[in-house]
């Protein structure tokens, strides 16, 4: 039975699932440097795949840590139906499943960036 569940997850990882996961993360990370660019709150987008993080700090100059910004947007995500976890003191990690498509990311991009706009108020 083990090996009946192992083989048929390869058979599925195979039939596409990996690449598209790395396609939808590429598309992810493009959007997330994008917000970096708009936010200043953000000091770093880094990943691979479709686990991404997310540094925060108060200045991109000395790179002083924000944990308590890091706080605020993950508890406002999870208001608005978005659940992330925090990472390390101040980055937030996305980490959505394989088969996410274009119109969820959008969803958590979108509310991503309107939690950090709340948050920073």
Not at 29 to 38: A, I
Not at 41 to 49: T, Y
Not at 75 to 89: S, T
Request: a negative charge; glycine letters at 8%.
């Amino acid at each position: 039975m083990a090996i009946a569940a192992a083989l048929a997850t390869f058979e599925i990882l195979e039939n596409g699932v990996m690449a598209h996961g790395a396609q939808i993360g590429d598309y992810i990370l493009t959007r997330l440097r994008e917000m970096k660019e708009r936010q200043t709150s953000i000091a770093d987008v880094r990943g691979l795949g479709l686990m991404i993080g997310i540094e925060f700090v108060k200045d991109r100059t000395t790179l002083e840590p924000w944990p308590a910004l890091r706080d605020k947007i993950v508890v406002e995500c999870f208001n608005r139906g978005l659940i992330l976890q925090g990472a390390g003191e101040t980055s937030i990690r996305f980490s959505p499943p394989l088969i996410i498509d274009r119109d969820q990311a959008d969803f958590a991009l979108e509310t991503f960036e309107a939690a950090i706009r709340s948050s920073l108020k």
